[in-house]
């Protein structure tokens, strides 16, 4: 699998929305912020690989 980058979009709670760095037209994800790193912000720049999410 191919690693994919996101931007931080907006934080809501306990959940963030995610877009697509490469793709910003495809519909942002919704994930649980307890799937992503503890430091992470909006406008944060995350990695997905392997099923990790690893802020850049």
Same mark, same amino acid.
């Given at each position: 699998m191919?690693p994919?980058?996101?931007?931080?979009?907006?934080?809501d709670g306990?959940y963030?929305?995610?877009?697509?760095?490469?793709?910003?037209?495809?519909?942002?994800v919704f994930?649980?912020? /307890?799937? &992503?790193?503890?430091?992470? *912000? #909006?406008? /944060?720049? &995350?990695?997905?690989?392997? *099923? #990790?999410?690893?802020? &850049?």
């Amino acid at each position: 699998m191919d690693p994919i980058l996101y931007v931080v979009k907006k934080i809501d709670g306990d959940y963030a929305w995610l877009e697509n760095a490469e793709h910003p037209e495809r519909e942002p994800v919704f994930i649980a912020r /307890a799937l &992503l790193p503890d430091t992470v *912000f #909006e406008g /944060a720049r &995350l990695r997905f690989e392997n *099923f #990790e999410y690893t802020q &850049l």
